[in-house]
Nanobody
Framework: QVQLVESGGGLVQPGGSLRLTCAAS????????MNWYRQAPGKQRELVAS???????NYADSVKGRFTISRDNTKNTVYLQMNSLKPEDTAVYFC????????WGQGTQVTVSS
């Protein structure tokens, strides 16, 4: 059983920054690939960024150069640093992993608006 808890969302102006945090339970966190997804109103959930157990990363084209995913295995935590935010980044952001089954956090709302 894996539990994921996201935090760090909020309201930010265009061009601003936020850092999302996902705290995970599980004694083998370091072996998990961790993902950040987002879902905007009326749209499908989309993969934003992934980080493997080795630290390798992948990003959606829409966030490359603006978002950075990282992890701290000593804290069982994964982060998503979001810079140069745009209104189209507005969405609920979810943390996700697969350990025999998919696990999702409850999500954290990010709103980019002036």
């Amino acid at each position: 059983q894996v539990q994921l808890v996201e935090s760090g969302g909020g309201l930010v102006q265009p061009g601003g920054s936020l850092r999302l945090t996902c705290a995970a339970s599980g004694s083998i966190f370091s072996a998990y690939t961790m993902n950040w997804y987002r879902q905007a109103p009326g749209k499908q959930r989309e993969l934003v960024a992934s980080i493997g157990s080795s630290g390798s990363t992948n990003y959606a084209d829409s966030v490359k150069g603006r978002f950075t995913i990282s992890r701290d295995n000593t804290k069982n935590t994964v982060y998503l640093q979001m810079n140069s935010l745009k209104p189209e980044d507005t969405a609920v952001y979810f943390c996700n992993t697969w350990v025999g089954q998919y696990y999702w956090g409850q999500g954290t709302q990010v709103t980019v608006s002036s």
